[in-house]
Nanobody, 126 residues
Framework: QVQLVESGGGSVQPGGSLRLSCSLSGYSINEYCMGWFRQGSIGGRDGLATIGTDGNADYADLVKGRFTVSRDNARNILYLQMNNLQPEDTRLYYC????????????????????WGEGTQVTISS
């Protein structure tokens, strides 16, 4: 059973930065497409960034230039560095994982995730 645990959320002022972490347990992260999503304004989850086993990343337009996704395969951890945070970034942020298979879908936001963490709250306010 894949288990994902997010951490690093908190409260910062506009323009500030946070780094989220997601620890995967139960399996090796080397086999998984990993990604960050956040609670949507009208429900569901909005995709922010994914990163494949080859290190290639896919970003949503709304976070390009501000957020950077990375992974530490040796430690089984996924990161999201978030800079220049704004009040509209206040949401619950989720880590997701999807096992990569030969001939399967590439690691892109639009293909979603199969496993989810419980989320970590990010609040931006002055």
């Amino acid at each position: 059973q894949v288990q994902l645990v997010e951490s690093g959320g908190g409260s910062v002022q506009p323009g500030g930065s946070l780094r989220l972490s997601c620890s995967l347990s139960g399996y090796s992260i080397n086999e998984y497409c990993m990604g960050w999503f956040r609670q949507g304004s009208i429900g569901g989850r909005d995709g922010l960034a994914t990163i494949g086993t080859d290190g290639n990343a896919d970003y949503a337009d709304l976070v390009k230039g501000r957020f950077t996704v990375s992974r530490d395969n040796a430690r089984n951890i996924l990161y999201l560095q978030m800079n220049n945070l704004q009040p509209e970034d206040t949401r619950l942020y989720y880590c997701g994982a999807r096992k990569m298979t030969s001939g399967g879908r590439p690691c892109l936001i639009r293909y979603g995730m199969h496993f989810w963490g419980e989320g970590t709250q990010v609040t931006i306010s002055s």
